[in-house]
């Protein structure tokens, strides 16, 4: 992992390729996890749980890493994301996504955010 990888990840999410990025840059045993609920193990089981996700956004406003730190085989990048989902709520998620790499993949990955402050009221 170097810096280039993450910034190509980076890139490929903030254009919309969530799906193509999971597939280029997590590892098939890859561990994902939102707070502290029990971790998603695999990345067939990832890619199912990410699609959901994908299908429940009628539209995106904000999708953009503000910030990201890089220390040997370890990444955070801080994620701003605001969309509409399906059901007309506007949400916004400010997370904190804790990364770790073998060589070129992510083999696990967690979301760090305050669940109580992702509905946003208009």
Do not use: C
């Amino acid at each position: 992992m170097n810096k280039a990888r993450v910034n190509e990840l980076v890139d490929w999410i903030q254009q919309g390729r969530i799906m193509d990025a999971m597939r280029e840059f997590y590892a098939d045993d890859v561990s994902m996890q939102d707070n502290s609920n029990p971790p998603t193990l695999g990345l067939t089981s990832n890619l199912e749980r990410e699609q959901a996700f994908v299908e429940s956004v009628a539209e995106i406003h904000e999708n953009r890493a503000a910030e990201m730190v890089i220390d040997g085989d370890h990444a955070v990048i801080h994620w701003l994301l605001e969309f509409t989902n399906i059901q007309g709520q506007r949400l916004r998620l400010d997370q904190l996504a804790l990364q770790k790499w073998k060589g070129d993949k992510i083999v696990s990955e967690r979301f760090v955010y305050d669940s109580a402050a992702v509905i946003q009221s208009h």
